[in-house]
């Protein structure tokens, strides 16, 4: 545990060691691409995707590492193939709170094609203990709260809830607006004060639904849910979100990691 916890200071705000990066395998280079440019919207829900001679000759690889690229976007969610080719197709997969960032800072829109969101509440409100230890403000100190529903054709997606430290407010007084933002958060917050997030803590548990938050998910009071807490730090080394996301039913949650 204790190796754990020196590691993830040590991510979060010391010296990190440099390491040799390696070149990933050509099928994976070739998953890198498609799936980054399905990330930053460049190819949309049930885009037909090159045909696997198509990329083969394009990359310069063999049919089997080119077949191989797209099996392993297939794994992870991001396509289905048929004999009539592959397409994009997300289906239930989560657009999470990192890949909103991604998506806004590569085509100035944190939406993918079909999603939107309802913004359920917002405004100054007293900060909890866990918001407070998180944001690294007194409990009770004025912190912005902001909650909204992210859906889609096939229901929520997400229950989104946001604070913010409560200075924000005088800079982006919008945040404090029940409406949708002229920016998304990350947007607003960077041009509004220059803090930029540069780094983010994602946990994933199980918890129990509220029974505030039932009606909104669709499900009964108390039921398990898979949730994703995020923490989001400023090139300072500052906490500008903490966030809290209750995934509705059905929805997946995927990770692409490189293993040095």
């Known amino acids: 545990m204790g190796k754990l916890v020196r590691e993830l200071v040590?991510?979060?705000?010391?010296?990190?060691?440099?390491?040799?990066?390696?070149?990933?395998?050509?099928?994976?280079?070739i998953a890198d691409h498609f799936r980054q440019k399905i990330l930053d919207g460049v190819l949309a829900q049930d885009t037909k995707l090159?045909?696997?001679?198509?990329?083969?000759?394009?990359?310069?690889?063999?049919?089997?590492?080119?077949?191989?690229?797209?099996?392993?976007?297939?794994?992870?969610?991001?396509v289905?193939?048929?004999?009539?080719?592959?397409y994009v197709d997300l289906g239930k997969k989560l657009?999470?709170?990192?890949?909103?960032?991604q998506l806004q800072r590569a085509t100035g829109s944190g939406f993918r094609s079909g999603?939107?969101?309802?913004?359920?509440?917002?405004?100054?409100?007293?900060?909890?203990?866990?918001?407070?230890?998180?944001?690294?403000?007194?409990?009770?100190?004025?912190?912005?709260?902001?909650?909204?529903?992210?859906?889609?054709?096939?229901?929520?997606?997400?229950l989104s809830t946001s604070w913010l430290p409560g200075d924000f407010a005088e800079s982006a007084p919008e945040l404090t607006v029940?409406?949708?933002?002229?920016?998304?958060?990350?947007?607003?917050?960077?041009?509004r004060t220059g803090r930029r997030a540069i780094r983010r803590r994602d946990v994933v548990a199980l918890r129990p639904v509220p029974e505030d938050a039932a009606?909104?998910?669709?499900?009964?009071?108390?039921?398990?849910?898979?949730?994703?807490?995020n923490y989001y730090w400023d090139q300072h080394g500052s906490v500008t979100e903490y966030a809290m996301d209750f995934l509705g039913v059905g929805r997946q949650l995927t990770a692409e990691y490189d293993i040095n």
């Open 80 to 86: 289905r193939s048929s004999t009539q080719g592959t």
């Open 115 to 158: 999603e939107r969101v309802e913004i359920i509440s917002a405004g100054l409100t007293p900060a909890p203990v866990d918001v407070a230890e998180a944001l690294s403000v007194e409990e009770g100190a004025p912190v912005v709260r902001r909650q909204r529903r992210y859906v889609d054709d096939e229901g929520v997606i997400t």
């Open 10 to 29: 040590d991510d979060l705000g010391g010296e990190m060691t440099p390491r040799v990066q390696r070149a990933a395998p050509p099928f994976m280079q």
């Open 178 to 191: 029940p409406d949708t933002l002229p920016k998304m958060t990350f947007g607003l917050i960077e041009e």
């Open 95 to 101: 657009t999470s709170g990192s890949d909103r960032l």
């Open 50 to 78: 090159p045909s696997i001679a198509e990329i083969a000759e394009e990359w310069g690889v063999a049919t089997a590492t080119a077949a191989k690229g797209i099996k392993q976007l297939q794994a992870e969610g991001y």
């Open 215 to 229: 009606p909104l998910l669709g499900i009964e009071a108390g039921t398990l849910a898979l949730t994703m807490t």
